[in-house]
């Protein structure tokens, strides 16, 4: 088996792009991954894209061929679905394929584009993820199936609005430093817990903002690496997935995330380490509730001990674990079908020592990336090291 | 919605088992084994199991979370804010939307039991799954 390697990663700036259109981005983002790379475009074997609603926000399916194009690709190209975990699946297959020795260079990532569409379409196009006979038409809403977790949370472990806000607060402090986030301002705990409500017991500042961009990766075999001298330090060493029941309601647990332990355990696996050796995370903080299930899933806290790692400066930059030091989705947005691939560039960054915040993980060897698809119905979880 | 002629289905399965919901005749799909599930099934979701008997849901179940939402997609525009609640019914759990309580987050608590019926949406009169308080609140 092949080993995996991160040759270069590109995204744009995450936020508000109303009038560019989705090619535009990814186009943008996989020209700086080629760039940073040092990769030629003609190696690319194989483009794995994901995307959720393109078909609804730009009127456009069949968008793994236009991708290709806008990224100057010409090589068999597939788009995976998987909401907001659609890029992280598309890395998992250009993973999985450069391993299996079908291809030696890849192109990896996702766009999403949202803005151009009024706010209450966009929530029903998010609601999409999850079943639209027993949810959507129950009125269950992204937001608020996040807010059904929350308070199964807060009513079989204990926690408070409070212990979320400090998630909020510490997300937003790290998007601060780093150029592509969509809000880089800090927010205090004070001013998360006065915001309004979208679904109680979540308010504004629990929740991720919608968000255009895209996220590129060029994926290598350690071999081409060394044969082309391309410098990719950073090795993607495990990968797992897991899904569980579609509608919140089917589900074993209301306040844990099944799917996104099968897809840690395997990764974990996979690399051949434990929760024990992570130094740094990227979570799926969608909602800042999602971040402590997160964490949980990923062997880093127990079942209920999660809520209070932002609270008590665990997860902080300055803390023995940070966690989404790019800002999260909470702070840096959050283009679902994006999102993925841009948790793995950050950490690539992170671990070679070029992100903003490398300064607070100096040491780090291990991260993971933690990317989940509706309310986690599909789990992804990335395992990544520093190998050179 | 019952007493007039029904209208044609849009989701086989689905449609025929909200309609007896509304008649009171609420049911869940369960398997050799014991698992629930709903409706349209070819098979037990959990172990594959083929047999899937249709087994009547109690008259009430027990709040398990909920939520009020008070940003919701086009179709609730006019609902809003709402409380929304899972509630298990032994062999499943239904989602919902809660009435006959103001919406807040203490409108209703983990453990109380409600009923379950359907009622329609104030935004444009569709059929809901709907759940209300059993001991008078």
Redesign the interface.
Known sequence: MTDVRVAGVGLTRFGSHPDRTGRDLFATAALRAFEDAGVPREDVEELNYGNFMGALAEHQGHQAPLMAEAAGVNCPATRYEEACASAGVAVREAVRTVRAGEADVALAGGMERMTNLP???V??GL?IAADD???V?????F??AY??????YF?AYGGSREDLAHVAAKNHANAVPNEYAQYREEVSVEEALEA???????HLYDACPITDGASALVIVSEEYAAENDVDAPVAVTGTGQGTD?M????RDH?ARTPAADDAADAAYADAGIGPDEVDVAEVHDCFTIAEVLALESLGLFEPGEGIGAAHDGITTADGDLPVNLSGGLKAKGHPVGATGGSQIAELTRLLRGDHPNSEHVADAEVGVAHNAGGTVASAVVHVLEVAE | MSDDAPAPAD?AG?DEWLDALADGEGYALVCPDGHG??PPRRVC?ECGAAALAEEPLAETGSV??????????????D?TP?A?A?VDFGP??????LRGVEP??DAVA?GDRVAVGVEE?DTDG?P??AFRPTDGK
Not at chain 1, 137 to 141: K, L
Not at chain 1, 147 to 152: G, I, W, Y
Not at chain 2, 92 to 97: E, I
């Open positions: 706010t209450d379409e929530t029903e609601a006979l027993f949810e038409r129950a009125g269950v809403t937001p608020g807010a059904l977790m929350a308070t199964a009513d309004p409500p979208v679904a109680e017991p979540l029941r509608a919140l309601a089917d209301l | 989701n689905y599930s709903l979701p398990e979370t909920h939520s009020v939402v008070h940003v919701a997609g086009p179709r609730f525009a609902d709402y929304n899972i499943v759990r239904l989602t919902g939307v807040g987050t983990i949406r569709e809901l799954v």
